[in-house]
Each structure stands twice: as structure tokens, then as C-alpha cells.
């Protein structure tokens, strides 16, 4: 309050002057909120084309086709090959773009999806919670205040934000209809649309869970936890929740803390609801990625499975009947005909299970989930229990015997048909293999077909070879390389259940297998942003890598621990996602350690930073954002357009999606690129058959915003999407795409010298590509100077001048 009888500023004079600053605060927030209540949200799909048309220009769209039939409509099939055209008028190429931006719009939707379930359910249990994250975070939603001009402060602002989102997925499907878009391009810029839209639903999730379960808010000091098939105690009920949503397997820990009964139960999961479950509360166990849940269903380790939604097998009901496992589903986007049980009270759900009256339950209550699946896991332990005490069977040995839970249908290779002899030569290792497992070896006869279908390319019919000697080494070995897909199954002529084999070759590595990771911890600090935001645009770091992606490579965990480790020795950031930050753990030194209890979780030079779930990628986008925000200053809001201008030119950061199994996972790697990101892609991702690939001949034409001159540049980043053949063209490329022409002399050398070592480590010669990166001598990495020196002079290299404020704009 200020008081005075006469105030006097220049020749203006107040007398009996009254002020109250609290009413004016007061005012300023009532008008802030009006506006922000009254504000139109729009993605501004016209104005952001422009940049689309801008980045095309540079990345030319490479197809690579794996069928050149249409059959989307009664016209066709259409043979869109040789130059041909459909009953429409389609093409190949358009054809191709078309189908990209249905891949794209598929994984965007999965994950508005899941983003509008917790929105909805923040609405219902607390619309007015604040949303916030650690208090050193001001800049709370990057992507969405860039896109929007917002920034959301509780779930009605979410909710207007969602219903934005789900008005353009509408308009990009309608895209895709028979007799709309006819232009490669624009259906390119609208799977780039596709993909941004996923980064705002990424992100919508991520503050909504955050909030209202009160997860880590930014806190780089996050726990440990247990990861491996090893973790889970089978004395105990065993529940175990597969999926990507949050509220199903929470309500389960937090009924299962208020009945006292956290420590009698094991609370597992596979996928991202473990990542989940991991943030919520450390009782709760990860089993591991989506490549262990076919092998740890078939292990019928579990006693209860609860599905929520996303990366969940279509025949998960089978495999769970095959070892009597009933299932509880709690989303309507996953309900495999299950009766819907929602309006049931929890005991008469658990009942109708237990008596064989229905195999499980659809209940689209969070809360009633979590009643029903504590009861009704308890209760089937008992069962089973008592049933095993029956058969004199210990629990431990129930648990592990896979005859207890065998079919009761008569199969002719069944181990206890008679006229199934088994040969002396298997015996040397029965010690290793159980008894029932024998005929299957012995009836293999060595065809290959498995060998043709395994995505990981694992060579089958060998260990099926060394197996029949006596000798299952090379099966075992199999176990983590194996991504679980089941294909060498469904190829058998003779029915063999090959993942049996390996996981049951492999039981003491599985029983031993407990790695430890470090939690999500959600959102980067800006205090973090502000210490390494100039290291990172003059290139003193290197570069940030960004693993996402689903288990899907052909070397399993292996490789994408291997990436990891390279880059973090070479002090770049590293941070990781979903099933790639689960990947990274399961691996160990020779000192026992994991890389997280290695490399510290900061966001500084070398640091590992697990962000959380595939919806927790919204924070490697929103660091490259706030880099620009906070350490240069530029205006976040509608502002999408400079902001992925100096991304694409200033900030060395490069996603590596080596799993790109998914459309979700396809989203996420699109909607980096719409915001300037490259992404390498593993070899199975060119079966997306698009990639956005740059000129490696010549030079870049680029402007420079502080004089408006045009100059030569290197080609920096060199591609917006490719897929890396093998490990060794991934780490190579990562390094190069990491170049931006935006790096200080020195900065430039950095980048050079890892960029030149990474490529003598593993092509053991130096990049014939390096007169292009070179601008003036004082860049060339000193060990290797004189022959950089002489390739530059093999190319008729001169010195150039570096811009100061590059831009393609």
C-alpha cells in the first residue's frame, strides 16, 4: 500500500493519491487467466507448411516400396509399378507418401489416445491441480508454449489443448481418403504434421501423470531400481502389468500399500508400465522391454496379467489361456472380447475368475483394478499352492515346471507319448534342458524355415544342430538377443515352441538375471539448460544423443548398451526412453555395474539420463527447445518456425531410434525431424520405406541472418532420416549428424575428432567425406592433420567462411 497527500511526476499532480499493488496483482492474474481461458488454440498447419516445403527442399524423400499394389479401396488392387497409375490416378510415390502419413497419423493417435485418458482422468479426480514440475523448472511445457502460445496450468487447459490435437489427427486421416491429397509433398508435410502433433501429446501426458501421481518433477538425484526376468520373488502372488498407461497399475500399488500388503505381493512390469510403475513406487520390479513378454508369458511365471494399452501381443489371450493365467484388461482400445465387468463389484469379478466361469475381465475403473487384481492374485496363489501341495510339489518347483501348467490337449510330440523315443545323444545335457523339451530337439529336422523368419537373424538351425550333439551353448546364447516376436513359431512345420527352448535353455542366466537402472526422472532443469546451452551450440560438447525406440534389433540390448557406452566415454549427453532406457541396463562391466551406476544422471557432459516412458521423448525435444529459449533468448511463444530454424542449425543433438518397431515409434522419430532433429533408424525401420535424405556430393546453400548473405556450407545435418545398415554406419553417422553449421572453430575440431576417431575405430581408415566438414585449418583434429591434409587437397578444398547466424529460412 502506498499513501500520500500529493504526488508529483512532471506536470501531473494527484492529490489524496490511493494505491493497493495487491489489487493490481489480483487484476493481472484474473486478466492473464481471462486471456488464457479465451485464447483460440491452433497448431497452425498452413503457416508451418511453409517449413515443411523449406526442409523437403534440402531432405529429398527416399521410398523403398515393399509392395507397389494398391488395396485401400474397391478400385483395386491397383499396380501402381513401372510408371503406372491406379483407378484414382494415385501413383507409386504418391502412394508411398500416403501411406507414411497413415503410419505417422497412427502413432500420433496412440498417443493422443493415452494423453487424452489421463487428461480425462485428471479432469475427474482434481481439474484445479496446478500443474508444475521442480521449482528450478519456469519453462514447464516447451513444445506446447512454442505450438500454442500457451502455457496450460491445470486440466481444463490440457483438455482444450487435446481437443486441438484431435481436430487435426481428424483432418491428416481424412487426408489419406480415396480422392483427396495428390501431391508426395504435401502428404509429407503431413506426416511431419503427424509427428508434431505426437510431441504435444507426448508431452500433455507427461505433465498430467506427473502431476496428478506426484512422480519426479525434474529431480536428477532419482532412485534405483530392479530390472531383469531374475527379479521377481515366485513365492509370492505375481502381477504383472503390460502396457503404457499409468492409472491401472498405480491404483494397484496404492491399494496394495493401504491394505499393508505392498511387501506380500510382487508388482511387475514389461514395456513402459513398468518405466511407470518404477517412477511410482521402487517395491515395484521391471521385468524388462517389450522383446521379454512373449518368453516371460510363456514362462507362467505370473499369476495375474493386467493390460492398460499399447505394445501389447494380439494373441497375449492364447498365450495366457496355454498356462491358465487370467487376464484383466482396463481399456477399450484393448478389450479381446473379454466380458466388461466395469459395474460388477470387485469380489463377485474375482469369484466368476476363480470358477472358471470367465477367463478374465474388461474393468474400465481404475480404482476397481486395483481391488480386483490384489484379491484375485492372492487368491490364485493360494490355489495353486494348495493344488501343488496336492501333487506334492513344492511352490518353487511349481514356478519353474512347465508340465504342472502343460496343455491338457494330446499333441503327438508331447514329451509323454509313448511312441515318442528319445535318442541317447540328447542325454549328456539333461541336466540342462528339461525332460519334456528333448523331443522337440530330436524331431527337428533342420529344415531352415526358422532361420528365414527370425527378424533378429539368429542363425536357429545351428543350435538346433549342436543341440542334437549334446551341446546347447549356441541356444543359450540366444536369450537377449532374441526380440521375442514368436515368427520362427508360426514358420515351423513341426510345431516346435522354439522361444521354450531358448528361454528354457537359458533358465539360469534368466533366474540370475537382476540389473539395476536409474528411474525417470521426467523433465531437464533449466538450470541445467543454462549451464551446457553454449557448450552444446558452439559444439564444446559434442553433441546430445536421444536412444528411443522399440526392442527390435537384430543384436538385441546389446547394441544399444554398446551405443550408449561409446558416446558417453566421448562425453556427449546421452538420454534415453521407453524400452531403449531399459535396453541400456542390461548389461554389466567387469566390475558388475550398469552404465546408469556408472554415469551420473545430470544433464552435463557425459551424463545418462533416463527421462521415463516413450511419452517422456517430449523431454528430449523440450531440452533442444529450451536450449534456444533460455540460452538464446528466443521467444518461445507461436513461435515454431525459428525455434526448429536454429535447432536444425545450432544445436548438435541426433535421435537414434535403432528398434523403430511401432507407428508410435515412427511418430516420435517424424516429429523429431519436423523440429530440426536427425534421427538414425535401425535396419528394420527402412520397411517404414521413407526415409529424408540430404546431398552428401556438394555443399549446402545457407543464409546468414545477421548480414542476409547467402554462403556455401557443409551439408550439416547431413540427412533428416536414415537407416544405419549395421552398429558400426549407426555410430558413424550419429557422430556426423551431430555437426551443425553453427560450431566455433574449436567446437568444430571436437565434433571432428570423434566424428574421424569413431570412423578409424570401426572402418579403420579416416572419412572420405572429411573435406567437406573442414572449414579453415585450425578445425582439423591435430593426430590426424597431415592426412586430413591431404584429402583436402585431393578435393581442391579452400577455406570458407563460417556463418554467424546460420539459417534456411
Known sequence: MVQSQQLEVNRLSIKNFNMDFNEIDSYLEQKADYNLLDKKISLNYPLIREWDFKLLSNFKPFYAPLCDMCCLCTYGKCDLSANKKGACGINLEKQQSRMVLMASTI?????????????????????????????????????????????????????????????????????????????????????????????????????????????????????????????????????????????????????????????????????????????????????????????YIKSGIPDLVVLDEQCIRADIFELCAEKNIPIITTSDKCSLGLPDKTNKTHYKIVNEILDGKIPGALIRDSEKVGKTAVALATKIKEKNFLQSQLNNITPDELATNEAVNECNNCRSCDPTCLELKVNSSSRSFISEVENDMLPYIEICNLCGQCNRSCSAMLPIKEAFEEAKKGDISLMTSFYGKCVGCGKCMEACDKNIPLIDIIRIASQRKIDAEKFSMRTGRGPIQDVEIRKVGAPIVFGDIPGVIALAGCSNYANGEIEVHGIAEEFLKRGYIVLAAGCAAMDISLQKDEDGKTLYEKYSGNFHRGGLVNLGPCVANAHAIGSAIKIANIFAKVPLENNFTEIADYIM?????????????????????TGANRWGIPAVLGPHASKYKRLYLGNDQELRKIKDKRNGTELMCEPAPLHLAYSAESLNECMVMAAKLCIRPNDTPRGRMIKLNNYVDIYKKFYGCLPPDIHHYVRNKKEIPYQDKEEIMEILSGNNWESREIPQEPSIL
Not at 542449425?649 to 516420435?668: D, E, L, P, T, Y
Request: glycine letters at 6%.
Open 107 to 295: 502413432g500420433a493417435s496412440t498417443h493422443s489416445a493415452h494423453a487424452r485418458h489421463l487428461v480425462d482422468y485428471l479432469l475427474e479426480k482434481n481439474p484445479e491441480l496446478e500443474l508444475k514440475y521442480d521449482t528450478s523448472i519456469e519453462v514447464l511445457t516447451p513444445i506446447i508454449t512454442t505450438l500454442t502460445g500457451i502455457t496450460p496450468k491445470n486440466a481444463m487447459d490440457l483438455d482444450r489443448i487435446m481437443n486441438c490435437v484431435e481436430k487435426e489427427l481428424t483432418n491428416l486421416m481424412a487426408s489419406t481418403h480415396t480422392g483427396q491429397e495428390g501431391s508426395y509433398l504435401d502428404f509429407e508435410s503431413k506426416a511431419l504434421h503427424a509427428g508434431m502433433i505426437d510431441t504435444v501429446s507426448l508431452e500433455v501426458a507427461e505433465i498430467a501423470q506427473i502431476n496428478q501421481y506426484d512422480l519426479s518433477k525434474g529431480e536428477a538425484d532419482v532412485s534405483m531400481i530392479e530390472i531383469g526376468m531374475g527379479v521377481a520373488d515366485r513365492d509370492k502372488p505375481v502381477i504383472l502389468c503390460i502396457g503404457h498407461n499409468i492409472a491401472p497399475s498405480s491404483e494397484i500399488i496404492d491399494y496394495a500399500e493401504e491394505m499393508d500388503f505392498i511387501d506380500d505381493l510382487e508388482i511387475c512390469g514389461l514395456c513402459c508400465s513398468a518405466l511407470e510403475m518404477g517412477r511410482k513406487s521402487p517395491k515395484s520390479k521391471i521385468i524388462g522391454p517389450i522383446s521379454r513378454q512373449l518368453m
Open 649 to 669: 542449425n545450432r544445436i548438435g543433438v541426433c535421435v537414434i531410434a535403432w528398434g523403430a518397431m511401432s507407428q508410435k515409434a515412427f511418430a516420435i522419430a
